[in-house]
């Protein structure tokens, strides 16, 4: 399986922008769809963006559509998300996961089979 780890959170305020990046390792990254899912504190892990595994198709949920934006690097073995006018609602651990799947983007959580460790992104207001 791929291995995969994540970078770029911190802490901005409400409106503001954060970039994060996945790096992957171990695998045949171009075979996996790649998606960002994001988990706040007593809540489910949830879909937040994801990409095909040719980079052409990409997906989102409906709270972050229009804001973020997924793109992929085969090249370079990495997918980034670029999150702007973020909310306190944003507030999340994020992470990066990868689906063994040359047709589309899975939503749920249990078509993946590698995640990282996740990043923290905090939007104060």
């Known amino acids: 399986q791929v291995q995969l780890l994540e970078s770029g959170g911190g802490l901005v305020q409400a409106g503001g922008s954060l970039r994060l990046s996945c790096a992957a390792s171990?695998?045949?990254?171009?075979?996996?769809?790649m998606a960002w899912f994001r988990q706040a504190p007593g809540k489910e892990r949830e879909f937040v963006a994801g990409v095909n595994w040719i980079g052409d198709r990409s997906d989102y949920a409906d709270s972050v559509k229009g804001r973020f934006a997924i793109l992929r690097d085969n090249a370079k073995k990495t997918v980034s998300l670029q999150m702007n006018s973020l909310k306190p609602e944003d507030t999340a651990v994020y992470y990066c996961a990868a689906a063994f799947s040359r047709i589309g983007v899975p939503r749920t959580r249990d078509a993946y089979v590698s995640w990282g460790q996740g990043t923290q992104a905090t939007v104060s207001s």
């Open positions: 171990g695998g045949i990254f171009s075979s996996y769809a």
